[in-house]
């Protein structure tokens, strides 16, 4: 078993952040995480998440400023990206979830770093209604980049959609329903049903008689935590089965996940329940991360968040 990361690098505690929890895979801090990151040595970390505040004027707690003019914006996001390009180790990976018009600009900066463009995931989540001259938005971006060629890809495996009332496949394979992979279809770049599940691919026997089929890049399984019931927080925050499936696609077990923006601690979660360390820092509320670790290692899991594959 590797070091815990508390062990791996000199984080001590300042006025900019501090320790708040731990267990036996990671630690939690709070603070400011540009500071944080900056204590990180260089190419130390397998993979980062980062979903930081939309500029959207949401209220995330005293002295979080969420609405600031579009070159701040963006001069604020490049500080942090430029810490996450120098602490990703070679072959490691950079997953960025944020708004089309801030990603088109964090993806030019990736770029001109010399970072490797993989993946644009559009996360599908509708229900949300036209704003002016607009389209109704429907989706998040999620930028996948890494440094030079990746050093972890899983294939990540899906069932074939089928109807929940007649049972019956929904897509049309045009022709071409025999030449599917028996294992399953590969994971797209959207996500597609909110039946679609994940499992690593080198499990040979499922334990369901449907058949499976490689994910894609549109995904449309992923639930929005709007209502009360399942929000720990005032805030957004995302479902879990995001985090599960990006981390069982980029790393492997034990492997080093950074969250700069830990929010309800989804990132750290889903790191616990695949069995990879973890870092992760939060500016504002933290009691929410705690209490979802906490729940998690007492054995309450909410069935609706789970990833509900097979790890």
């Known amino acids: 078993m590797p070091d815990h ?32 990151l900056q204590a990180i040595p260089s190419e130390s970390i397998d993979m980062v998440f980062a979903d930081p505040p939309f500029n959207l004027g949401k209220n995330y707690g005293k002295g979080i400023n969420d609405q600031l003019l579009d070159a701040e914006y963006l001069e604020w996001s490049y500080s942090w990206i430029s810490e996450l390009i120098r602490i990703i180790k070679p072959g490691g990976a950079i997953l960025l979830f944020n708004l089309p018009k801030w990603l088109i600009s964090y993806g030019s900066y990736l770029n001109q770093a010399g970072m490797m463009f993989r993946h644009w995931i559009a996360c599908r989540m509708p229900k949300a209604f036209p704003r002016g001259k607009k389209l109704s938005p429907a989706h998040y971006g999620l930028l996948y980049y ?33 030449k599917l992979n028996p294992q399953g279809l590969n994971l797209m770049d959207i996500f597609d049903m909110p039946e679609e599940v994940w499992c690593d691919e080198s499990l040979e026997a499922h334990s369901t008689n ?19 019931k399942h929000k720990t927080r005032g805030a957004n925050e995302l479902a879990p089965i995001m985090l599960e499936r990006l981390i069982a696609l980029t790393t492997n077990p034990h492997d080093l996940i950074l969250d700069p923006f830990g929010g309800s601690g ?39 968040e789970s990833a509900r594959g097979i790890v």
């Open 5 to 36: 990361p508390s062990k791996l690098f000199d984080i001590q505690q300042s006025l900019e952040y501090h320790h708040r929890y731990s267990t036996d895979l990671g630690s939690l801090y709070q603070g400011d995480c540009l500071n944080f």
């Open 146 to 178: 890494t440094k030079g060629e990746p050093s972890t890809f899983n294939k990540v495996y899906i069932p074939i959609p089928v109807c929940r009332h007649c049972g019956k496949e929904i897509r049309d394979y045009g022709g071409h329903r025999k």
């Open 210 to 228: 449907q058949l499976w089929t490689p994910a894609e890049d549109l995904w449309d399984d992923i639930p929005t935590v709007r209502h009360s």
């Open 266 to 304: 989804t990132t750290y979660y889903a790191a616990e329940k695949l069995q990879r360390r973890w870092l992760g820092i939060e500016i504002g509320e933290i009691d929410p991360a705690i209490h979802r670790l906490q729940n998690l290692h007492q054995g309450q899991v909410a069935l609706w």
